[in-house]
């Protein structure tokens, strides 16, 4: 079972999908969780009564599941990357970027101290 932390994300990716009705192009902002896997990339919003909505985007269990999957897709994630952020605070972040910069996306790093609950 996927186990992710929503209330603080380790980074944010945008990316852009093109809407298959019309051609228009989309930008979505997804938050990028710490989870009991090497990547999750959580989506969330609020929905009409303002709650919060979370959909998982894509995962990766491992770098040979990341491998597996850039050399079957072509590339590892399904949309176009605008940007990439992780905070290397984390301890998950540094092994999500070697794949990340491995794979071609080019990845902004910051260091913000992690606030314990």
């Known amino acids: 079972m996927l186990r992710y932390n ?66 079957h897709e072509g590339k590892l994630l399904p949309d176009k990357v605008i940007s990439i952020e992780l905070n290397l605070a984390f301890k998950d972040a540094m092994p999500l970027l070697k794949i990340l910069v491995k794979n071609g996306y080019k990845v902004k790093c910051y260091y913000k101290a992690i606030k314990e609950d």
């Open 6 to 71: 929503y209330k603080t994300p380790m980074g944010k990716m945008i990316i852009e999908q093109t809407n298959m009705l019309n051609g228009e192009k989309m930008r979505f902002t997804i938050l990028i969780c710490e989870a009991n896997c090497l990547a999750a990339f959580i989506s969330v919003g609020k929905d009409e009564n303002g709650k919060e909505i979370h959909s998982l985007y894509y995962f990766f269990a491992d770098p040979q599941h990341a491998r597996r999957i850039a050399k």
